[in-house]
């Protein structure tokens, strides 16, 4: 059942992903100061992308959580978006090490490989390299010790999922993933808000639960599920062409999070 929801997605995202130019040409237009590193860990090297805003003083950091399709040009270009809106932006490549040669997302041959390799991730590694990415960017001289995690489509999930495993954030930000276990979700200190999108069922309908689950735990979890778009609307969204639906919930999705971020 699992590795079928997992051709279902990367089918229903094909088209959606079969180029990334426009996010690849934003993100070369940024004047902003962008870099990959290099985070060595556990054994591990972990390459992330870092994206820094033009600001006078130390800016909280957002820890951003890449979708199955691996550290694309549309990961780069939103993390480097929320630089633009004042904040130190990190994403890990979770497939660093992982690739052919030892290489990481861009040494796939192509998306449906990507996302086999990322449902085979063991969580513990997941959680290690996302603590080693936040760890780095909050010993930054940028950084003013605050840290916000945001994912999205499975990197939403692993988002809800690192909130029951780290303590000391300053809010959790999950779009269209799934929640962890009601048992896990008891861990959590930091305030969850969810994003979600009205025609997409699978993850839309765990909401109801989840809010539920969250109450009854005495944890912060507001979610809004946006009318008509279609899961993945944060990238659909904005690309060319988009549909009326993805492109209203993308841009009201957008001023949410950076209405929460500045709270």
């Known amino acids: 059942m699992r590795a079928l929801r997992l051709l279902l997605l990367l089918a229903a995202a094909a088209s959606l992903l079969s180029a990334q130019q426009w996010a690849k040409s934003r993100l ?3 004047p902003r100061h962008r870099e990959i590193v290099r985070i060595v860990h556990g054994g591990r090297t972990l390459s992330a992308f870092v994206a820094y805003p033009q600001a006078s003083g130390p800016r909280p950091v957002v820890l951003v959580i890449h979708e199955i399709f691996g550290l694309s040009d549309w990961a780069q270009e939103v993390t480097d978006e929320l630089a633009a809106a004042g904040y130190v932006a990190i994403a890990p490549d979770l497939l660093s090490g992982e690739g052919p040669g030892g290489g990481g997302t861009e040494s796939f041959s192509g998306q449906t490989a990507i996302g086999r390799a990322i449902s085979r991730l063991p969580p513990a590694q997941i959680t290690a390299d996302l603590n080693a990415a936040a760890d780095w960017a909050l010993k930054q001289p940028a950084s003013n010790g605050k840290l916000y995690v945001v994912g999205f489509c499975w990197g939403g999930g692993q988002s809800f999922r690192f909130a029951t495993q780290r303590r000391g954030l300053a809010a959790d930000f999950v779009f269209y993933g799934v929640p962890p276990a009601r048992a896990a ?3 959590i200190t930091a305030p969850v808000f969810g994003f979600y999108a009205g025609d997409d069922a699978r993850i839309s309908l765990t909401v109801p639960a989840t809010r539920a689950a969250m109450k009854a735990l005495g944890k912060k979890y507001a979610a809004v599920i946006y009318p008509g778009a279609g899961h993945g609307f944060m990238r659909a969204g ?7 639906a993805n492109q209203k919930a993308r841009a ?3 001023a949410r999070l950076l209405q929460l971020l500045r709270r």
């Open 28 to 30: 070369e237009q940024s």
């Open 185 to 187: 979700m008891a861990r």
């Open 238 to 244: 904005e690309q060319p062409d988009p549909t009326p």
């Open 252 to 254: 009201a999705a957008w």
